[in-house]
């Protein structure tokens, strides 16, 4: 269940300005098919002036909620324990957080931000010691508005470069490795993609926004199988906006 509670975080709550904490009532019977075994727990951060339009959250090994608190431009903690709130980020590298939108943890913990406004991705170790990558434009390493961020075994990052309808893949250092896409309908082609996943199969699936499909490629982009059209019947799609695999590299997404 983790992976669709992850989908309802990172895309829903741009209307939103609350976390809600939901738990199965019984492990035996956890099923998404049957909402009445979640017991909600707790919520946080109902005050704006703590969290606004959050935009995606990840939870650590120490359980810290992490979340990009995108409308006021910052990263937020939260400690489930005692609902304590650690802000953080307003100033990184020289330039203020603008707009933060996708998050995702490598095997170190080290998180990963894509700075949407600021067109970069920047990572940060657990004592917030941050580094970045990342300016306006085309050009390979380049960005424009980032958004959906995915971290493989090997930890090899994956980003949607929404703006530059385009997938680019880079080392955990942020060197670049490879790009696929380009704006179109073909399906070699992407249009506003905004969120990417890997699955355990190793295959890249990218939430192809503005055609209204996922795409299911290899890790270089090679081979595309894109599937659905835009609709409300089953298999379409309206602007899907998020993605996850679970174990059995089962796709979930966010219509």
């Known amino acids: ?7 309802i975080f990172f895309w829903l709550p741009l209307m939103l300005w609350a976390i809600t904490f939901a738990v199965p009532a019984s492990s035996a019977t956890d099923k998404i098919s049957n909402a009445s075994n979640y017991v909600f727990r707790r919520s946080w951060g109902a005050d704006r002036t703590v969290l606004l339009s959050p935009s995606a959250l990840v939870i650590d090994s120490n359980k810290r909620i992490i979340v990009a608190n995108q409308g006021l431009h910052r990263m ?17 590298n ?9 998050l995702a943890l490598d095997s170190a913990q080290n998180i990963y931000i894509s700075d949407q406004n ?14 970045h990558w990342g300016t306006f434009g085309n050009g390979i390493g380049e960005f424009n508005s980032p958004s959906g961020i995915a971290i493989d075994s090997e930890d090899i990052v994956y980003i949607a470069d929404t703006k530059n309808h385009r997938i680019q893949k880079f080392d955990s250092a942020g060197n ?3 790009q696929w896409g ?14 990417v996943a890997v699955g355990k199969n190793g295959y890249v699936y990218v939430a192809d926004t503005g055609n209204n499909r996922i795409i299911r490629s290899s890790a270089i982009g090679k ?4 599937w659905g059209t835009f609709g409300t019947d089953k298999g379409q799609f309206d602007r899907p906006m998020g993605i996850a695999l679970d174990s059995s590299n089962s796709v979930y997404v966010a219509d």
Do not use: V
């Open 182 to 195: 380009g704006e179109g309908s073909g399906k070699r082609r992407l249009r506003n993609p905004r969120a």
């Open 76 to 92: 937020t903690n939260i400690s489930q324990k005692d609902r304590t709130y650690f802000n953080w980020g307003d100033f990184l």
């Open 118 to 131: 600021n067109h970069r991705i920047i990572k940060c170790d657990r004592e917030y010691t941050c580094t």
């Open 223 to 226: 081979n595309p199988k894109p």
């Open 94 to 102: 020289g330039t203020s957080l603008f707009s933060p939108s996708g």
């Open 1 to 7: 269940m983790l992976y669709i509670k992850a989908l």
């Open 176 to 178: 670049y490795i490879t």
